[in-house]
């Protein structure tokens, strides 16, 4: 306990210095109308290049803070695959502690399989994958993990209602260095660390609720990025080979970072 109160410290006194650094840097109105330009032009390429992209395929580990009713943040972790194929095509996987869940769309029906419970649900969803980024996310209240990098326009979905921009130059994620940006939005803060050179994908992505008591984030952090026909499968048809029961979407509550009572 006594190294880990040392570290808050070391740590604590790092971040004053850091923050102070950034206080000094943002107080320098020379530049500021530049570097927002500049982050508003590379969050513009890392959109248009993953727009280009027909198929993309890459491994995630997400956290997600919850607040007790005590104010103690905890820490609910997952990992999981994405794999895409413009327009209308995709299979994700999220493995945490309350749920192992695949989600699999071929353009026509979303199939959600529950492998903890071995059941799965089927729901019509005709259309892209923006149609049901959106369905999930605004009627069956399933969200999909990455939904905002995936989407047609990233940009234009990121930028709603963005009210400040920052260039905090350069940071490494996964041994990758990337462009750090930091935006501010209406209800939320959100930060993204963006590849540098030819290939700009998002290397990290982090949320902050700052309207909500305790800012808790979510975060999400990609590897093993691969673009490409032959980085995802050929067949996006659900295949029962554990022989799961089929029911309801209702009947899997658990299948999301927290579960539902």
């Given amino acids: 306990m006594m190294i880990a109160q040392h570290l808050i410290r070391t740590i604590t006194a790092s971040l ?12 320098m109105p020379t530049g500021a109308t530049a570097a927002e330009a500049d982050a508003k032009t590379l969050l513009k390429a890392m959109s248009d290049y ?13 956290n997600l803070e919850v607040v007790a009713q005590d104010h103690q ?46 059941r799965y649900a089927e729901v019509d969803v005709p259309g892209t994958i923006d149609n049901l980024v959106n369905r999930l996310r605004d009627t069956l209240h399933r969200p999909l993990p990455a939904a905002d990098l995936i989407l047609a326009n990233v940009y234009e979905e990121l930028m709603r209602d963005v009210i400040d921009v920052k ?29 540098q050179g030819e290939n700009p994908y998002p290397c990290r992505y982090v949320i ?46 658990n299948i999301d970072e927290l579960p539902i009572t």
Wanted: charged content about 25%; glycine content about 8%.
């Fill in 208 to 253: 902050t609720a700052s309207q909500v008591d305790q800012s808790p984030q979510y975060s999400i952090q990609i590897s093993d990025w691969k673009t490409g026909i032959d980085v995802v499968a050929d067949d996006f048809s659900f295949e029962n080979k554990s022989k799961a029961e089929k029911v309801d979407l209702e009947k899997l509550p």
């Fill in 73 to 118: 943040k905890l820490l609910l972790a997952s990992s999981g695959k994405i794999e895409m194929g413009r327009p209308d095509k995709i299979r994700a996987t999220r493995h945490g502690g309350f749920a192992d869940v695949e989600m699999v769309f071929d353009g026509k029906t979303l199939t959600v399989l529950g492998k903890d419970a071995n």
């Fill in 16 to 27: 004053s210095s850091a923050a102070l650094a950034l206080t000094v840097f943002a107080g």
């Fill in 167 to 195: 260039d905090l130059g350069s940071g490494v994620v996964g041994g990758t260095e990337c462009d750090h940006l930091a935006f501010r939005a209406k209800d939320v803060d959100w930060q993204i660390w963006i590849a």
């Fill in 50 to 62: 993953l727009t280009d992209q027909k198929a993309i395929s890459f491994n995630y580990d997400s």
